[in-house]
Nanobody, 116 residues
Framework: QVQLVESGGALVRDGGSLRISCVDS????????MGWFRQAPGKVRELVAS???????YYGDAAKGRFVISRDNDRKVVALQMTGLKSEDTAVYHC??????????WGRGTQVTVSS
């Protein structure tokens, strides 16, 4: 079974930077558009950013101009570089395939906490 393992979350100060990563154990990683999602307490999970199979990227409004998503197909890693962090970025961050029909079980995620 494919496993997703996220890492790199931490407690950071308002305005700080952080890089989080996700390793996908699947055999066909390069065939899937990958996304970073986040879920804050009491809120629904939302797509933060995604990177397609050709490296094309999408950013949600909250991520534009502050976050950069990247992928390494050889290492089967998708990363999210976050800058200018705000308290509203506090959430558990998960990676997964973008299309629902391609999704695999969610990993444990990685906690990002931004203190003001």
């Amino acid at each position: 079974q494919v496993q997703l393992v996220e890492s790199g979350g931490a407690l950071v100060r308002d305005g700080g930077s952080l890089r989080i990563s996700c390793v996908d154990s699947g055999e066909n990683f390069r065939r899937y558009a990958m996304g970073w999602f986040r879920q804050a307490p009491g809120k629904v999970r939302e797509l933060v950013a995604s990177v397609g199979t050709f490296g094309d990227t999408y950013y949600g409004d909250a991520a534009k101009g502050r976050f950069v998503i990247s992928r390494d197909n050889d290492r089967k890693v998708v990363a999210l570089q976050m800058t200018g962090l705000k308290s509203e970025d506090t959430a558990v961050y998960h990676c997964n395939r973008v299309r629902e029909r391609d999704r695999v079980p969610w990993g444990r995620g990685t906690q990002v906490t931004v203190s003001s």
